[in-house]
């Protein structure tokens, strides 16, 4: 088939079913002109990794606040965690949305408070003893690598550690289900290395599935072919040829769900935007 | 094209009065229903409340150092400068009182209110809220329209008795009338429709700054630019829905009130 044929029938979706962490079924979503996504259909299994690539401005970070039910889509259906939440009062999402954890674009921590009191803002909520929050706390941000930065606030704090405490936070309540908004976007090498290796960690260690979403190909990559060592405490790459299998990639372009498959089927896609965005 | 851009704005005013009476409404009934954060309530009462007191103070003590001065001049024509006081403390009392704070704290809570929880839209920090469980409404908002109301209403008192102040000290010390006779005038003619009047008001003002500001800050769009919007919109919509809604509340009191 020619890359323009692949182009006009792409392959058609895996069917999400109900025994997903996240199942999405025909979602179409527009703000006031031409749809930001349009009839996307996929699921998310207990623990599989999602990595949801494309250029910047095709709705990945929108359909990464629809799967929680931050936006709402116009039409199609949301299943998270087994339940249907494509209408569900704002209110009956409230707990549904605090069992996943997500790691916004640029942080989005509470510029007013501490990193403590950010990392903590969940248990807080909901009445946890101090002295478990302080516990917790230094449990998660050790894990992140940033137990210095307890009693610091976020603006005191780098890019780079700014989503490393955003990542602290989603991981303390110990998520079934965490969502990444291009947690290496705007970082340097460096940083962005360590980032994509604490989600390795996170992977490889809880197997928490998560969805990552991201227009850095070599993150993606890193990623696929790698494990978490923890007699090393690092990640380490898999033998040749090996990647994990629960891994896998999405492609949206102008809203549109065109590729659903693992890495070696991304890499021998025939379809032409995917073969444009991965040269 | 005209008629289609009318058509256009008439549609987006329509659409926004329909959304801040469901976001006020929602706003409203939050306040009856747990959970309801008290700290927030303290910390914005001290942000909203013991914030304003200076310019609260400041303008109260010289709008009633004004209305003396204006009104001296014209009473004396008539011989009648001996109310004076009488004249001050009904003004501010039933009306510049509560007008003068709603306007005043207006300018400075309600910018701030809409800037603050605009930044927080543009920064993805109400999403997050949004997604730890948090409910912003509950959080942020009725706290904020809490405060403003509970607030105002004492910060009117306070202007009152500033503007009253304003006016003694205008006409003992310009006008060298006597203090007595002032503070006995100001006092001996104030009824209570008039204290009602000037306490009442305040409670529909503060509503009125509090949800306004959180509304215009809540519906930000469009990064930065869009915080420096919602503030203006605020400041604006919160000031003369404050100056109509008093012609209203005015109106009302005096039928059912007739002086």
């Not at chain 1, 996943?100 to 009445?127: H, K, P, T």
């Not at chain 2, 609260?56 to 010289?62: A, C, H, Q, T």
């Not at chain 2, 003002?205 to 503030?231: N, P």
Request: proline share 6%; aromatic share 8%; net charge negative.
């Amino acid at each position: 088939m020619s890359n323009a044929a692949a182009a006009a029938f792409p392959p058609p979706p895996r069917q999400p079913d109900s025994s997903q962490v996240v199942a999405l079924r025909n979602v179409t979503i527009s703000f006031d002109g031409p749809p930001v996504l349009q009839d996307v259909t996929f699921s998310v299994a207990p623990g599989e990794t999602r990595i949801l690539l494309g250029p910047a401005g095709v709705g990945k970070s929108v359909l990464l606040k629809t799967i929680i039910g931050l936006v709402r889509p116009q039409t199609g259906s949301i299943v998270l965690f087994g339940e249907e939440i494509t209408s569900m009062s704002e209110e009956k999402l409230f707990p549904l949305r605090s069992r996943a954890g997500i790691v916004f674009q640029e942080g989005a921590l509470f510029d007013s408070l501490s990193v403590r009191d950010n990392v903590a803002y969940q248990l807080i909520q909901e009445g946890v003893p101090d002295e478990e929050i302080d516990t917790r706390v230094r449990e998660a941000l050790s894990f992140v690598g940033l137990k210095e930065t307890f009693s610091l606030f976020p603006p005191s704090l780098s890019g780079g550690m700014r989503r490393r405490v955003a990542i602290a936070r989603a991981l303390i309540h110990n998520p079934e289900l965490i969502l990444y908004d291009s947690p290496t976007g705007g970082l340097d090498p460096v940083t962005s290395t360590t980032i994509i290796e604490l989600i390795i960690k996170q992977r490889d260690v809880s197997g928490t599935p998560s969805v990552l979403v991201t227009h850095r190909l070599q993150d993606a990559f890193t990623l696929c072919n790698h494990r978490f060592d923890p007699e090393q405490d690092r990640m380490v790459p898999l033998p040749a040829g090996q990647t994990n299998p629960n891994t896998t990639f999405l492609m949206l372009e102008e809203g549109r769900l065109i590729f659903d498959g693992s890495l070696d089927e991304l890499l021998h896609s025939p379809n032409s935007f995917v073969r444009e965005f991965l040269e | 094209m005209a008629i289609k851009r009318i058509d256009r704005t008439a549609r987006q005013i329509v659409l926004t009065i329909q959304e801040y009476s469901l976001f006020a409404g929602r706003a409203m009934l939050n306040l009856f229903r747990p959970p309801i954060y008290w700290t927030d309530f303290l910390m914005q009462s001290d942000i909203i409340g013991v914030g304003s007191v200076p310019i609260v103070i400041l303008s109260g003590f010289f709008t009633g150092g004004v209305l003396a001065l204006q009104s001296a001049a014209t009473l004396s024509e008539f011989g009648a400068t001996a109310v004076t006081g009488q004249f001050v403390s009904l003004t501010m009392i039933r009306e510049l009182g509560a007008v003068l704070t709603g306007i005043m704290v207006a300018g400075r809570n309600a910018s701030s209110m809409a800037s603050e929880l605009g930044s927080m839209v543009v920064t993805e920090q109400i999403d997050a809220m949004r997604a730890l469980g948090v409910d912003p409404m509950r959080k942020l908002v009725t706290p904020r329209i809490f405060a403003s109301i509970t607030m105002l209403l004492l910060l009117t008192i306070v202007a009152d008795a500033f503007g009253i102040l304003g006016g003694a000290a205008v006409t003992v010390f310009l006008n060298h009338q006597d203090a007595t006779q002032y503070f006995h005038m100001a006092y001996e003619r104030l009824h209570f429709p008039d204290i009602l009047q000037g306490l009442v008001k305040p409670l529909f003002f503060g509503y009125i700054l509090g949800s306004i500001g959180c509304f215009y800050g809540m519906r930000t769009t469009g990064g930065t630019e869009g915080v420096g919007r919602s503030t203006i919109s605020a400041v604006v919509n919160s000031s003369v829905l404050i100056i109509a809604v008093d012609f209203l509340i005015t109106h009302v009191l005096l039928s059912i009130f007739p002086t």
